[in-house]
């Protein structure tokens, strides 16, 4: 007898969450289009085209003047004979070579000496050409109004590393922060993205997760951490898709859900995986707050004293319930694995479902007839509410004796038409066995498709368009089964078995071959026997086939096909040559040789029938 798995829990705490999704919400939105850079402190404007000189010869220097360029050839000469550091950048020279004063020469002694340059006027915080810092190192809180305040209740690590803490009143940060950007806060935005993350954990790592609180969720790894490689991996996988996404995380594995969801957020690391059975060790450093306790309890535990969960280790239960709640206790019990606390999952699709409970056992045809009209009837007003059609639906009898009945339906295509859904549940309803009596019913649909309103055109019979051969299909499937009724397809395939595939019976298959094909083909070739004909290329005269011998009164062909060389090395060199025969009787049958009769790897010329053409 095996022994069942023991519980392990992970908690994926997302400290986080809220102002991340909005960074992550801004870069989706709009993506920048180069590296950001701070704007560049730009240099006063320089007129490049001053136009014509007014300043006459000797009066006073002015760039751009013809007579400046007189003797230009010296000035050149001493300014390249000073150091690489000292020569002037040609944006203070212009279009001149005129001596000017170095922008360097003056230091902080000689300001009051002539010819030196004053200090540059200081710039004002709010310039516009002052360098901004980029958005992700701005400080960023998220508030709330409560009452009649605005509180923080979310900063980003730039915030928290300059004291702005949640609970903090947003005037208050404002005060203390000039550049801080303060937004609003979307716990539905964030709860839905939790929702989101929660599904995909479903989908691909756990089938049991659900959101924790407004900052998590939880992950139920009893029985599925190997299929990752163990816990450590699984969680350092789980680490690395959020930071591709943009968010930070912590992850704890315990053996409860309380102990991994106080590992989560005040163990320190960011994967920390609990033994099983050390849950009160590891929890007995911890603030009371990591057992989720309410504000009056926590209130009531400071003025007590009790600052970690060791201290209510020892204390009985009877008067920490009357301190700090009877909730304190329940919260204990479930941290440290004495009282159950299970997981509620997200379910991907919730299916739709109506029931009906009776009030005696039925089991005549008639009355349950009557119960399944009903839930028809509950079901399509619940589908028409989700716009939704049905493609299968399976109603349930639970018996007196507990025995349960199934009755399945198909639809091939999504449909909510009470008349033609009591219809298909009444061609199978002898197949219900009522025993001593139905108590209850239940009409699930595990496959939908979404059904929106039809055109109101397509209501008005028309004489042009093709019937609708639907509710048809469902009553042949019905009677025949579902795998009786289909459609032919094509297969990108020269070899006719390959050739052809089952297709939905509405499918529309397009692509046909412009040469002959039988009605029916065979799934394996048949082999003949007594085969008289002449090669290369006759029909036969005469053949046996199941026993029985047949003459050939007519016959056309070859239609040589060669066999695909790229599936296997056997169909190299391999050759058919096919044959349309008539017999006496009518029958026209589909025969063909292997090999092409001249040359031996083709095939050993042995025929065989393939189909039929009517």
């Not at 003797?71 to 005129?98: D, T, Y």
């Not at 033994?275 to 309890?297: D, K, N, T, Y």
């Not at 090395?569 to 025969?581: P, S, T």
Request: hydrophobic share 45%; proline share 11%.
């Amino acid at each position: 007898m095996s022994r069942p798995a023991m519980a392990r829990v992970a908690s994926l705490y997302l400290p986080q969450l809220a102002c991340e999704r909005l960074r992550r919400l801004e870069r989706t939105a709009a993506p920048p289009e180069r590296p950001w850079s701070p704007a560049p402190i730009l240099p006063p404007a320089i007129d490049d085209d001053p136009g014509a000189c007014s300043v006459p010869r000797g009066g006073a220097w002015r760039p751009g003047a013809r007579w400046a360029q007189d003797g230009r050839e010296g000035e050149r000469a001493r300014i390249a004979a000073l150091p690489a550091h000292q020569q002037p950048p040609m944006r203070l020279l212009g279009r001149r070579s005129e001596p000017v004063t170095h922008p360097f020469r003056a230091m902080p002694s000689d300001e009051g000496a002539p010819g030196s340059t004053p200090p540059p006027a200081p710039i004002a915080p709010n310039a516009p050409n002052t360098p901004m810092a980029p958005p992700w190192e701005r400080p960023m809180v998220l508030i709330e109004r409560v009452g009649q305040r605005e509180v923080v209740i979310a900063a980003c690590p730039v915030a928290l590393a300059l004291d702005l803490v949640p609970g903090m009143a947003a005037a208050h940060a404002r005060a203390l922060v000039g550049d801080l950007d303060v937004r609003d806060a979307d716990r539905h935005g964030d709860q839905a993205w939790l929702d989101r993350l929660a599904l995909h954990a479903v989908a691909h790592w756990t089938p049991v997760a659900a959101p924790s609180g407004d900052d998590g969720i939880w992950l139920d790894l009893t029985g599925t951490s190997h299929l990752h490689g163990g816990e450590k991996r699984f969680c350092v996988r789980v680490l690395r898709f959020l930071a591709r996404l943009g968010f930070t995380g912590r992850v704890g594995v315990a053996g409860t859900p309380g102990a991994a969801h106080a590992l989560a957020r005040f163990g320190g690391e960011r994967v920390t995986i609990l033994p099983p059975g050390s849950e009160a060790s590891a929890l007995a450093g911890m603030p009371v707050a990591a057992l989720r306790l309410e504000s009056a309890a926590l209130g009531a535990a400071a003025r007590f004293g009790l600052e970690r969960v060791g201290d209510l280790l020892p204390v009985p239960r009877g008067p920490l319930a009357r301190r700090l709640g009877l909730s304190t206790v329940t919260r204990l019990d479930q941290a440290l694995g004495r009282a159950a606390e299970p997981i509620v999952p997200v379910v991907p699709f919730e299916a739709p479902e109506v029931s009906r409970r009776l009030l005696e056992p039925i089991a005549t045809p008639e009355a349950i007839a009557q119960v399944i009209s009903d839930l028809v009837a509950d079901l399509v007003a619940l589908l028409q509410q989700r716009g939704l059609g049905v493609r299968a639906a399976r109603i349930i009898a639970e018996r007196v004796d507990g025995a349960d009945q199934h009755l399945s339906i198909g639809a091939s295509r999504a449909t909510r038409d009470p008349a033609h859904l009591k219809r298909m549940f009444g061609l199978r309803i002898d197949r219900l066995e009522p025993g001593l009596g139905i108590e209850a019913m239940h009409l699930i649909v595990p496959h939908s498709e979404p059904l929106g309103a039809r055109i109101a055109g397509a209501l008005i019979a028309d004489g042009n368009a093709p019937p609708d051969l639907a509710p048809a299909i469902d009553q042949l499937a019905g009677r025949a089964g579902e795998n009786a009724v289909f459609r032919i397809g094509l297969e990108p395939s020269d070899v006719p078995e390959r050739a052809v595939r089952r297709l939905g019976a509405l499918a529309a298959p397009e692509g046909w071959p412009a040469w002959t094909r039988p009605v029916r083909i065979l799934p394996r070739p048949e082999l003949l026997s007594h085969v008289v004909a002449l090669l290369p290329d006759h029909a036969p005269r005469r053949f046996t086939w199941r026993g029985k011998p047949y003459r050939v009164i007519a016959g056309d062909g070859p239609e040589r096909i060669h066999g695909e060389w790229w599936r296997t090395d056997k169909e190299l060199w391999a050759v058919r040559d096919y044959f349309r025969v008539e017999v006496e009787g009518g029958q026209r049958l589909w025969l063909f040789r292997r090999g092409d009769g001249v040359v031996p790897e083709t095939g050993d010329l042995s025929w065989y029938l393939h189909g039929f053409f009517g």
